[in-house]
């Protein structure tokens, strides 16, 4: 918690400025990682290859400056299409239960104002949405054979919004769409 009003007066604080001095929008897409093979590191099944295409047809257009990708090749190779397609610049996380990592490699990067992408965990979403100002957002993990989400925090006002999508073929086991505001 502590951590979490920490990042969102910093967050507030870094997005007035440069919304008053560019007047920028900051947009967080967040994404899980595609399908994936068996292992403790695995690859991509060709199922997940597609989903990384359709992940890259999906978000072409919305302007994403820099993608966050955590040390796993599952993650990394799900931005692969954007990364190089588009021309992005991915930064390297390092995963931990509690996003703190993730929230201060993007304070770093000073990344406020833009559009960014961030491919998680099913562990990890719920964690990073909340840390990212959405403290209504359920807890708990994503379902395992879930992967067809795709999440937007826009800041309006220094206030977080959250609106959930999905993008490519329905995953296996997809839950209907909840109406997130």
Do not use: W
Request: proline share 4%; net charge positive.
């Amino acid at each position: 918690m502590k951590y979490t009003l920490i990042f969102l007066l910093f967050f507030s604080l870094a997005n007035k400025i440069i919304a008053q001095q560019e007047n920028a929008v900051t947009k967080v897409f967040i994404v899980r990682h595609a399908e994936k093979e068996p292992g403790k590191d695995p690859v991509l099944t060709p199922a997940g290859i597609i989903r990384a295409g359709d992940l890259l047809r999906a978000l072409k257009d919305e302007g994403v400056q820099k993608i966050y990708v955590s040390q796993y090749r599952r993650t990394q190779m799900t931005a692969d299409s954007m990364r190089i397609q588009l021309g992005i610049d991915t930064v390297q996380y390092a995963a931990d239960t509690l996003c703190d990592n993730l929230v201060n490699t993007i304070m770093e990067h000073r990344d406020f104002g833009k559009t960014i992408l961030i491919v998680a965990h099913s562990n990890t979403i719920p964690h990073i949405i909340r840390k990212l100002g959405v403290t209504d957002f359920p807890r708990g993990d994503l379902p395992d054979a879930e992967f067809d989400n795709l999440f937007l925090i826009t800041y309006k006002k220094e206030k977080a919004k959250l609106k959930q999508t999905k993008y490519g073929a329905p995953a296996a086991a997809s839950a209907p769409m909840k109406a997130l505001q």
